[in-house]
Structures are given as C-alpha cells and as structure tokens.
C-alpha cells in the first residue's frame, strides 16, 4: 500500500522524461555512441567537438562529456541499440526499479516500518524527480552503494567490491569509500575493492584506450577538483570550495569584490576544512560499533569535500534517514525531528533564489549542509577534547602544508577579460569583419555568431606560437599558467588577444587579453 504513491509518482515522471529535454543524459548516450563507431579518444572531452557531432544527429542539445570517466561510455554502450528517447526511458525505468529494490532491502535490514516510502518521497521529491527528467545515475548509484553496503554487513567483500568498484568508476566521488573502509580496519576490503576497482579500469582501457584515461587523470580530473566543470565562479554548485572561492579569489568579470584577495587564505582554509571532515570521519568510522552511522557521516563528508554538487545527487543522503529510523523514532527528539527538517531543505528548497543575495546568504544550502552536520556531530556528544585535537591538528597541519606548498601564481604579463560582459560559455573561434570582431561560439541551437563593438584596425599572426599551452611571441613567453589556448594574436599593434579556459572546464573558452611592449 505505502509504495504505491511511489509507482505512482515513477510511472507519471517516467512518462515526462520520454519528452524532456535531452539534458545530462546526452552525455552518457552520446559518449556511448561514439564509442561505438570507434570514435571515441581525448577529443571526447573537447566540447566544441562533442557537441559538433551531436548535432548532426540530434538537435537542441547543449552537452560537455567532461566530467565524466570513459567507463561510463563503456557502460551505457548497450543503451545505443535504441533511440535516445527509448534509451533514456529504458534506463530510467531500470533505475527507479533497482533504486526501490534497494530502499526495500535497507527497510528490511533496519525493520524499518513501510509507512516510511512516504517520509523517503516527501523528503527526496526533487531530487527523484530530477534524476528521472534529466536522465541522471545517482537512482543507479544508490543502489550500488546501497546494496554494497549490505554485503558488506555480511562480510560478502565480493560483492561489496563489485558494486563499490562500478560505481566508483561511474562517478570518481564514491572512492572515499576505501576511507570508510580504512578507518574501519577492514583491510581484506580494502582489497577487494582494489582489485575490482583496478578490473574494471583494466576492461575500460581496453576499451576505451589508454589514451583517454590518460588525457583523463592529466587534463579533466585536475579541474573537476577545483570545480571547474564549465565556468569560474559556479554558485549553484554550493560547495565549500566554491563559497571560500567567492571570498578570496579575485576575478575581473565574475567575482570583482571579493571579501579578502588572498589565494593563501583560500587554500589554507580549504585544506582546513577538508582535514576536519576526514578527522571526524576517522571517529566516526573506529569508535562507532554502528557501521550505518560511520557510513552515513561519509556520505555527507562526501558532499562537503566535494567542490560541485547538484540536486539530484542529494539522493544518496537516504542513508541518513535509515540511521536516524534505524533507532526507535521519538518525534519528542529535537536531534531527529532538526535532521529530517535539513534534509527537506537541502533536497526541496530552490537555492536559485538566494543567489542574488550578498555572502553569506547566496550559499545558504552548503550552510544547511553544514548544520546538518553539526547535528551530526554534536548529537553524539563527542568529549570536549576530541573536539580540541581535531581542531588543534586541522590547523597545524594546514599551516604547515600551506606555508610550504604555497606559490602565487607569476604572470610574466597582466592578463585581462576582453570583454566583462561575455555570457557565452563556449566561444571556439573569431575573425575579423568590416574592422570589428567577430566570435563563434555554441549554445542549443548549434554554432552562432556574435559581432562585438571591438574595433581591430590590424592583426598579426606572425611570430607567435603556443607552446606547453602558454603563448610566445618574438620566442618571448607572454602567459605563465596551465590553461589551454587556441588562436593568439597581435591587434592594433600592441594586444595580444587569445582564447583561454582559465579557471573554467577544458575546452570552454573565452577571451583573454595582454598588454604587449614592443
């Protein structure tokens, strides 16, 4: 009777999806796709060249195949034998039905009563909804995790290391696991899902090539864990990467004003913040005999530690409901009934409304992330000192590490936006038309043109070259940082203007500009 409202409410958004807008789910298709008609190497991640393809097939689609792993082109390889439409529909269906099957097996486990089907769908409405319209895997991951977990109760490692090993392949986030595992002192674990997690890359780069994985680990990994998945300053994301980021890095168009203009600042505090995280965890994982409560802090921990996060991934904060219903429920619990009201929040309030609110208030979700972990840790009533050594280690250790690894970006020449009110995401080329410039970039509908109010009266592309993704002029090295450029060149005699996806995803570009002295 109490999952009915459940199928109900599948059936009614399964229906939506078939027509909903390709979204994420483009990426994972169209990944798959290529895969397929053996197109499918580095240039995968290259967003003009994603996107390029796609459209010749399949129009209003705006899609970057980055972040994601090339095991994930591998693993939804089977869903191109259909349309993208059936596809998404087939794999939607397949992962709400997995999704309930696990929710049934950790009620089981907890004897968890079946009245509370209607408490997972009150407090999870958005972000289930999202997962089925988008085409989203968190429905998918929970159910790895979830099921993983389980076996691992029963010390099944096998299984655990399978399920564990696919989803950490599918989405790099959940390789905090092999923490919660070693705080835990299971170490016949520990490599278990080792060698899975090694299989499963082995069948990928087989697969995939060796060539993808490596353009993966050295070009796309390093930015995705600085939070860069498209552009600089990303507030939906509501992590605490991307709040420090608004305090304490400057940028010219997208943060003008911010509180302190200090990258120390920014990457001690960061490492602070993350060093707390895993000291709680450490806690939670050896002293708590409870192994749902350890995991259950890992799984927020990872929500923190992350530098992006989304609706739809809130999902996988189920396992704090089963700890919290785990226990005989009190509604007289002031602890409890603050949880249940955090997570409502987290997962149903539109946060896009507070964006337009000055710091702190425009990241009032990763605030209630981080009250609910508070509640997390104070209802446990950890010893005072516990709390003094955390704190005490936390700062020495990022003081230290800080101070030594340190090193302020050296520009060898102030670099400029171009234009401060650039909106595009995506700008891949420009020339030069009736002495004004002229840029290509990408949207839904395809490639479209823009002319600008800047005036060029000439333009070099002579003596200047790229080389290790930094640009020389007259064998002079201008820039000095990591990002990739495409087309630098002198105008009107002294500016050197160039495409650069600083600070933003790979391939998504956007104007630069330097000063040159002749």
Known sequence: MYILPFIIFGIYYLIKSYWFLPHDFANYYFGAYFLDRGLFSPVIYDPIWFNQHIFEIQKNVFASYAPNTPFLAMFFWPFTLVSFSTAKLVFNITS??????????????????????????????????????????????????SEGFLAYKKNNYYKMGGLWGLAILLKIFPIILFAFLLFRKKIKGLIVLAFCSLGFLGISIYLNGIDSWMFFFENILPKA????????????????????????????????????????????????????????????????????QGFSYWILATYLLSPYGSNYSSLLLIFIVIMVFSDTFDFRNKNNIGILLLLFLISNLPIKYFFDFPLPLSFFKLFLFISLWLVLILEKHISYKLHLTIGSISIIVSLLVTSLSHKKPAMLTKTNMLFEDQQ?????????????????YWSEKGSQTKKTDYKITS????????????????????????????KPAIVNGNTLIYLSDYQRGFGFYNFHKTLINN
Not at 461 to 471: A, C
């Open 96 to 145: 709400l039905l997995l999704f309930i099957y696990a929710l049934r097996n950790l009620f089981n486990e907890y004897k968890i009563p079946y009245i509370h089907y209607l408490t997972i769908l009150l407090l999870f409405f958005f972000p289930i909804k999202n997962n089925i319209l988008f085409g989203q895997v968190y429905l998918l991951l929970f159910f790895l995790i």
């Open 424 to 440: 595009q995401s995506i700008i891949y080329d420009y020339t030069i038309k009736n002495g004004y410039l002229v840029y290509k």
């Open 225 to 292: 864990t600085k939070g860069e998945i498209s552009g600089e300053f990303i507030k939906n994301y509501q992590s605490i990467l991307m709040f420090l980021k608004h305090i304490f890095v400057y940028h010219q168009t997208k943060n003008p004003f911010p509180l302190i203009d200090n990258s120390y600042y920014y990457h001690f505090f960061l490492l602070l913040s993350k060093i707390i995280l895993v000291g709680y965890g450490l806690y939670f994982s050896y002293k708590k005999k409870q192994a749902i």
């Open 459 to 486: 333009i070099n592309y002579n003596d200047i070259y790229l080389k290790d993704n930094n640009v020389y002029y007259l064998d002079k090295q201008i820039t000095d940082d990591t990002a990739h450029k495409l």
